[in-house]
């Protein structure tokens, strides 16, 4: 009966301790859940360093996302971590086609600026393109 006893109280511990650690371990999932998930609006920019018209975008970017207080992402489209971290905001890098800016904000991607068609020095049309359309999505 004695060792019946130890039995029960040992298995009940091990349960008690077992639910303990579960829930830490799904507490601490979802802590780093949250610090992984995009606050607020973000503006991802797909660039590339040999790009020229990506160098010319960059300052305009800059400057927007300073004047907005938006957090800026940009992401090298050579670099292999790349295409991971451009899916977590829902943007797929496909080719060569950059810059890209984007708008991320509460779970929705909207394209800002596609640099396919832009001509060197119309940056101030650029910015002011950019700008209309962030107006538009915030």
């Known amino acids: 009966m004695t060792f019946l ?14 639910l303990l650690a579960s829930v830490f371990t799904l507490t601490q999932l979802a802590s780093e859940a949250a610090r992984s998930e995009p606050r607020g609006p973000v503006l991802v920019v797909l660039n590339a360093s040999w790009c020229a018209t990506c160098r010319e975008i960059n300052p305009v970017v800059d400057r927007i996302a300073s004047s907005s207080n938006l957090q800026v992402v940009k992401l090298d489209v050579d670099h292999g971590d790349a295409p991971g971290e451009a899916s977590r905001y829902g943007v797929t890098i496909s080719g060569g086609n950059v810059p890209q800016v984007y708008l991320f904000n509460n779970g ?7 640099g396919a068609s ?9 910015e002011a393109q950019i700008r209309q359309r962030l107006d538009a999505n915030l």
């Open 108 to 114: 929705k991607t909207v394209l800002l600026f596609n």
């Open 5 to 18: 006893r130890k039995r029960t109280g040992q298995w009940a511990a091990t349960l008690v301790l077992a």
């Open 118 to 126: 832009y001509h060197f020095g119309q940056s101030a049309q650029a």
